[in-house]
């Protein structure tokens, strides 16, 4: 990590006991009201990706919307959301996953990827991957080629990264606590 990225570190607040007892939140807002720490995170996020041609910035619903759109921007690429059901206008395609206590569903256009598409996927936070797996799966269920998946923050010792089964996964801060 370069010394822009370990600033942007240090512009994220740290809040104990949320959502409860024993977890230690990274609270990214105190980021992204930082206007040169947001400057720099876009930059860094797309200076990972400035080279590949990507068509199309995938981000997850709803932090992701915070930096797919500007991240698709300075790729010169498409941005396409992935939602939860029933917040698409258009026909969908949808992917069912597991949760810790249950199931979750998410949901994209039909016609949102072409096949052979090249794309990333962008979100804030990678914990145990079962979510960012899930869109990886639905746009590839599209013909999408997911050349990536995106974070700001990953936390490290959740081992998250080991759901994609060889899909570069590039996160720019991480936590190991």
Known sequence: MDQNCEHLKKLIREVPDFPK?????????????????????????????????????????????????????????????????????????????????????????????????RVIIVDDLLATGGTANACMQLAKSLGADVKGLSFVVELDFLNGRQKFNGTEVFSLLHYDK
């Open 21 to 117: 007892k024993g977890i230690l939140f990274y609270d990214i807002t105190t980021l992204l009201k930082d206007k040169t720490g947001f400057a720099t995170l876009i930059d860094a996020l797309s200076d990972h990706y400035i080279k590949d041609e990507i068509d199309t910035v995938l981000a997850i619903e709803a932090r992701g919307f915070i930096f797919g759109p500007a991240l698709a921007y300075r790729l010169n690429a498409g941005f396409v959301p992935i939602r939860k059901p029933g917040k698409l206008p258009a026909e969908t395609v949808k992917w069912s996953y597991d949760l810790e206590y249950g199931k979750d569903t998410l949901e994209i256009h039909k016609d949102a990827i072409k096949p052979g598409e």
